[in-house]
């Protein structure tokens, strides 16, 4: 896949977020939400399909039943996470943070890398809570970036320098979320043939 293919799905994947937290009249940004689950996934967490719903119910302000009640969210979700654990396993690094694409405003695209990273950070937290502390220094010190990031203001004023800025720090979040979850998910075991009688 190329970049400018990627970069597509990837927008096309914030607008059919974005229109399903319109339709549930949801008051959170779907970037926090994908941002947690990748959080709790880059930790280690698998979560049951009703742990997640549940989680999506919470994040969007809608009762604990919004899944069963509506089948199109349901699916939706189902779907969302699979994907987003099949990106973040992905040898070929396609993984991208669920983030609005260049045709939105600075301020609008900072705002929501700000909360995928808060996202990001409530996730991982939840899911690694005391491992975090006997992480590796370097998975530290990009906690502590993150932490910075999530507390950048999003009034940012909009010009070529601050564009550049955007992409290198959306690339390193990116390439963070990688780190931390090749950090704590050894890879799978691939599957042992039966042995051959000879």
């Known amino acids: 896949m190329s970049e400018t293919d990627l970069s ?5 994947a914030f607008e059919q977020w974005a229109n399903v937290f319109t339709v549930h009249q949801a008051f959170s940004h779907p970037s926090e939400l ?19 719903l549940g989680m999506v119910c919470e994040h969007m302000g809608l009762p604990s039943t919004g899944g069963e009640d509506s089948p199109k969210l349901h699916d939706f979700m189902v779907n969302a996470y699979a994907e987003t654990l099949e990106r973040l396993k992905s040898a070929d690094m396609s993984f991208r943070p669920l983030l609005p694409d260049d045709d939105y405003a600075i301020e609008q695209r900072l705002e929501a890398l700000i909360s995928w990273v808060r996202g990001f950070l409530e996730g991982m ?6 491992s975090l502390g006997q992480a590796p220094d370097e998975i530290r010190e990009l906690i502590e970036d993150m932490v910075a990031i999530s507390q950048l203001s999003d009034e ?39 042995p051959t009688l000879h």
């Open 8 to 12: 597509n799905s990837q927008a096309v």
């Open 156 to 194: 940012e004023q909009q010009d070529d320098e601050s564009e550049q800025q955007l992409m290198e720090i959306t690339e390193y979040v990116r390439l963070g979320a990688l780190s931390v979850f090749t950090e704590f998910n050894p890879p799978e075991k691939p599957q042992q043939a039966s």
């Open 125 to 130: 937290a939840l899911s690694a809570g005391e």
């Open 34 to 52: 994908h941002g947690a689950l990748c959080g709790r996934l880059a930790a280690g967490a698998r979560m049951q399909e009703g742990e997640w």
